[in-house]
Structure formats: C-alpha cells, structure tokens
C-alpha cells in the first residue's frame, strides 16, 4: 500500500520568496515520486519526477524536489515565487511492483502575493 | 501535435441518467486512466487499461464503466448506480504500464448533476 500525505492545503508567498511544498511518503516499496501543477480547469502537467539515480531532481519552471529516504520526504522548492506560479500542486507516488497506479496528495494550493 | 482529448469540457446530466465521457489520445500510449478529482481530496483512480481489450478496477470503479476497443479511444460511462458523480473528470495515459512512466493528462470534463 501506499500513501501520500501534503502538509498544507494552502500556502501564501510573496514574489520573489522562496516556495516550499512539503510532501511526504509512504509505500511498501522502493517508490517513484511526481510533482505535478494544475492551473484552473485544466488537467495535469508533469513538473518532475524521482524514479532512481541522484536524489536532487530538476523539473521545469524552476522548480526541483529532493528524495529523502530517511524522511520519506520529496519536497518541491523553487527559489524565487513568480505570480504565474499561481496554481494548485499535487504530489504523487507510484510503486516499483508494476502497474503505474498513482497515489496523490490531496494537494496544495499556492497562492503569490505582490 | 500529440496529446489527449476530452469531450465535452462541461456536461450536465439528469439524476437517472447515464453518460459517456469522451477520451482520445494520439500518442500512441499503451496505457490509460481515468481519474475522478473532488475539491480537497486529489485525484483517486476510476479505471486503468493497458491494452486494448483489456482494462482494470481502480480504487472507485463503482458506478462507472469503460471500454478499450481502440488503442487511441478509452471512453468512461458514469451510470444512474453512481450515488454521487457530480465531479472534474481526467483523463491520462502513458507509454506503458511499467512503474515511473509518465503519465498524461487531458484537459478534463466536468460533470455536474442536476
């Protein structure tokens, strides 16, 4: 089985600040993990994943996440807000037993202020 | 261009009543998906297909139905047993089954019951 949790259903920034969406795992095997963003009434697009090799992933946008196993954590950051980085974000997790079913957050809503 | 479409992008239905949502992709993707999106509660999986014939149950397959009779055509009904369908319906398909393969998404349909 497998889980995801995403602490904070809201969060506010400043443009220019730092963002940090927190996303935390759990799964019975070794996982992959995605980020995605939805914009309003729109479907899904893909800003990263982790699926193996190095640890610190780089997405588009700006946007990276690092896996931490110890922390069963993928977090996703990006230095500095962008008002078009206005969105909703969504974190997921997919296990190497076969299938491609993903688990998603519940997700989190970004908001960026002036 | 290459990529997944939804049709209609807002659907009314009667209670009582069935409905097909549309989906087609010309990516030549193996796999597909569909997934039901409440506010507040993510993405959870209705039903999966890998090939054509073939499909599975998802986490919510009650009260909806699918059929894979082409590669590019996975088409959802969403029947009078579903108690509560009013919701945003995606779409997604990948390359294949196999676990860490990207999955994409259409622009979404959303159903509301009157």
């Known amino acids: 089985a497998q889980s995801v949790t995403q602490l904070g259903s809201h969060v506010s920034v400043s443009e220019g600040a730092l963002v940090l969406l927190r996303c935390n795992y759990s799964?019975?095997?070794?996982?992959?993990l995605f980020w995605y963003v939805q914009y309003p009434n729109q479907g899904l697009q893909l800003l990263l994943k982790?699926?193996?090799?190095?640890?610190l992933v780089k997405g588009i946008n700006g946007f990276e996440a690092e896996f931490k196993k110890s922390e069963t954590s993928f977090h996703l950051t990006k230095p500095s807000a962008h008002m078009s980085d206005a969105a909703e974000y969504f974190c997921?997790?997919?296990?190497?037993?076969?299938?491609?079913?993903?688990?998603f957050g519940t997700g989190t809503q970004l908001k960026v202020e002036l | 261009d290459g990529g997944i479409t939804q049709s209609p992008k807002y659907l009314f239905r009667k209670e009582g009543q069935n409905v097909t949502l549309s989906c087609e992709q010309n990516?030549?993707?193996?796999?597909m998906y569909w997934y039901r999106q409440d506010p507040g509660q993510g993405l959870r999986l209705i039903y999966y297909?890998?090939?054509?014939?073939?499909?599975q149950k998802g986490d919510i397959a009650e009260g909806y139905s699918v059929s894979r009779e082409k590669k590019e055509s996975f088409p959802l009904t969403v029947t009078s047993a579903q108690k509560n369908p009013t919701a945003f319906y995606l779409c997604a398909s990948s390359i294949d089954l196999v676990g860490g393969a990207e999955q994409f998404f259409g622009p979404g349909t959303r159903l509301t019951v009157l």
């Open positions: 297909s890998q090939i054509v014939n073939d499909f």
């Open positions: 997921a997790v997919s296990g190497t037993g076969g299938g491609n079913k993903l688990t």
């Open positions: 799964s019975s095997v070794p996982p992959y």
């Open positions: 982790y699926t193996t090799g190095a640890t």
């Open positions: 990516l030549n993707h193996d796999a």
